[in-house]
């Protein structure tokens, strides 16, 4: 049986910096449909997510606080 919430932190830790697509993160480490579970999907969601404008994966505390700029970084968002 699968630690949903630890797999999230593996994976989590694996993308945060890239640019890989969250399929071929899950894949390499071995958590293939990942994506597919929500205990998973919660817990990635609390820790990192992927830039709309850039398409990097950053920590949630990245994130821009303006509202005009949803789900950028702070750097995209400055610019």
Known sequence: ????ANA???V???IR???ESLDAVC???GFDGAFNVPEFCN?????VFECA?????????EMSDDEAHDWEC???ADD
């Open 43 to 47: 817990r990635l969601d609390t820790l």
């Open 27 to 29: 894949e390499r480490l």
């Open 8 to 10: 999230a932190e593996k």
């Open 1 to 4: 049986m699968t630690d949903w």
């Open 12 to 14: 989590a830790e694996a």
């Open 74 to 76: 702070s750097d995209c």
């Open 53 to 61: 404008a850039c398409g990097w994966w950053c920590e949630m505390s």
């Open 17 to 19: 910096g890239t640019s």
